[in-house]
């Protein structure tokens, strides 16, 4: 079983900056490949960013590449979204996700249904 927790989040204008963090508990946090999604009301969970389980592939959304980037931190047990350049369109709760990454050659896992374990959410506000 694996823990995750988000924190991080908060209200800031556009074109401001976020970290949000999630930090892991239970078993190996290196073995996991993590994932951050978001859902905004009366949207679907979205795929923001991932990161395998190695550390060495990552891929995001197109709506926020070249913004947000994802990082781990395997001896704090820990994934960053660095969000910059936040628009209104940001606004949602943002939640990190887990999986086994170890069983598989594929790096980076887009759909929500191929995680395990998930965090409570932190809700990300932008203002315009």
């Known amino acids: 079983q694996v823990q995750l927790a988000e924190s991080g989040g908060g209200l800031v204008q556009a074109g401001g900056s976020l970290r949000l963090s999630c930090a892991a508990s239970g078993r190996t946090f290196s073995n996991y490949a993590m994932g951050w999604f978001r859902q905004a009301p009366g949207k679907e969970r979205e795929f923001v960013a991932g990161?395998?389980?190695?550390?060495?592939?990552?891929d995001y959304a197109d709506s926020v590449k070249g913004r947000f980037t994802i990082s781990r931190d395997n001896a704090k047990n820990t994934v960053y979204l660095q969000m910059n350049s936040l628009k209104p369109e940001d606004t949602a709760v943002y939640f990190c996700a887990a999986r086994d990454g170890t069983m598989t050659l594929q790096p980076i896992f887009f759909n929500r249904d191929e995680y395990d374990y998930w965090g409570q959410g932190t809700q990300v506000t932008v203002s315009s």
């Open positions: 990161i395998s389980w190695r550390g060495g592939t990552t």
